[in-house]
Antibody, heavy 119, light 107 residues
């Protein structure tokens, strides 16, 4: 059974960089699939942030421009998100998940972690 | 980027009702569309992928149809556990996008 779990700070100050890690169990990241980050501001819809392939190729939401960095550590079976220049608009529940392109979907998802941006 | 427009945004229905949610894409996405259900405080759950393939464990009252730019999620007989918000998502190419969501509430 594949499981994902997010870890990182629940509170970030404005202008700082958010760093989140997703630990995967039950499946080796290096075996394939894309691994991604999705967020959801309180009371709002879902926004895809970006994904990384097990080889290290990355894809991200153009709306977040150059603020997003996604990396993978296959030795620890983890992948990470860095989001720079945080503002209140970045307050959201952040999910990590496994995704495909084409046939397939986003599954499974982590439980999500709430990140609040406040001084 | 491909935009997805869901309708309706809100739906109120009774147990046993047949319910349909539509998702329109701004350009053709072949069959590469998925549907998710989210209940309060929980992560979204994949219901259907590739337009019409049920994810393992999903009840058969859920079905999906469509192709190209117009897609539909149908619940044949709404059950109490089906309340929540439903999202469509395309997986045609990056960047991935989600529809705005349809909240299903009970009369």
């Amino acid at each position: 059974q594949v499981q994902l779990k997010e870890s990182g700070p629940g509170l970030v100050k404005p202008s700082e960089t958010l760093s989140l890690t997703c630990t995967v169990s039950g499946y080796s990241i290096s075996s394939g699939y894309y691994w991604g980050w999705i967020r959801q501001p309180p009371g709002k819809g879902l926004e895809w942030i970006g994904s990384i392939y097990h080889t290290g190729s990355t894809y991200h939401n153009p709306s977040l421009k150059s603020r997003v960095t996604i990396s993978v550590d296959t030795s620890r079976n983890q992948f990470s998100l860095n989001l720079s220049s945080m503002t209140a608009a970045d307050t959201a529940v952040y999910y990590c998940a496994r995704n495909t392109l084409g046939d397939g979907g986003v599954d499974p998802w982590g439980q999500g972690t709430l990140v609040t941006v406040s001084s | 980027d491909i935009q997805l427009t869901q309708s309706p945004s809100f739906l109120s229905a009774s147990v046993g009702d047949r319910v349909a949610i539509t998702c329109r894409a701004s350009q053709g996405i072949s069959r590469y569309l998925g549907w998710y259900q989210q209940t309060p405080g929980k992560a979204p759950k994949l219901l259907i992928y590739a337009t019409s393939t049920l994810q393992s464990g999903v009840p058969s009252r859920f079905s999906g149809s469509g192709s190209g730019t117009e897609f539909t999620l149908t619940i044949s007989s709404l059950q109490p556990e089906d309340f929540g918000t439903y999202y469509c998502q395309h997986l045609n190419t990056y960047p991935l996008t989600f529809g705005g969501g349809t909240k299903v509430d009970f009369k």
